[in-house]
Every structure is written in C-alpha cells, then in structure tokens.
C-alpha cells in the first residue's frame, strides 16, 4: 500500500507548525478563563452543593494547574518544532507535530494480531 499525499513536505511541515501554534493559543485562552473561574470561586468562597460542601477552588486549581501543564508542554514543543523547521529537518517535524497516515495508523492498531491469532 502506497501513501497519497497531496502537499508538499515543506508545505505540511509549516501546516502542522501553525496548527499546532493555533491549538498553544487556544489552550493559552482557555487557561486563563479556567484562572478566573478559579479566582472567582477563591474569592467568593463557593462551595458545591452536596453535603460534603467541598469548596470549588479545590477542584478547579487542579484542573487550572492540569491546562498550565498542557500550555507549557505546547510551548516547548512549539518551540522545538519551530527550531526544526527552520533547520529544514521536515521528518522531525512531521514526527512530533504531522499527522499520521493511514497505513502508520493500521499497523499502529494492528501490531502484534498475527502472534495473538496463532497462539490461540
């Protein structure tokens, strides 16, 4: 089986660097609303509404310090993406930042069912 791609290496490599700089500004977005949620709940001491009464600012920094990590390690890899474009090192980018063809998915999904199927 034959993969088809229809752009250019050079032309994908750059199509995945800004996907995946435009995927770092939205969560960079989304972030700060969940830190707003979160002051929010900090300042007006909300709780939930079961009989516990767990305060929510417990629950959402958790979830806040969650998109903080995900920001930051979309930054790193925007940047290592960034410095291998510029490089001209297309096969780095495709690997961290392309994606994936339907032949690399099938063996992806597949590996290891023919020693499955004969041992049993």
């Known amino acids: 089986m034959r993969s088809i791609t229809v752009l250019p ?12 700089a435009l ?4 969560m ?6 969940a830190f707003d949620v979160f002051l ?3 300042q007006r001491d909300s709780v939930s509404i079961t009989t516990l009464s767990v305060p929510q600012w417990i629950p959402q920094l958790l979830w806040f310090s969650g998109l903080c990590w995900f920001v930051l ?12 474009l510029v490089l001209r090192d297309a096969a780095t980018v495709q690997r961290v930042a392309g994606a994936m063809s339907a032949e690399k998915k099938i ?6 069912m ?3 199927r004969g041992s049993g």
């Open 28 to 33: 960079a977005y989304l972030t700060n609303k």
């Open 73 to 84: 390690t979309l930054a790193f890899l925007l940047v290592y993406v960034l410095l291998s």
């Open 40 to 42: 929010t709940s900090w």
């Open 107 to 112: 063996d992806e999904e597949t590996h290891g």
């Open 114 to 116: 023919d020693a499955a």
């Open 23 to 26: 995927l770092l500004f939205y």
């Open 9 to 20: 290496v050079w032309l994908r490599s750059v199509l995945d660097v800004l996907g995946l």
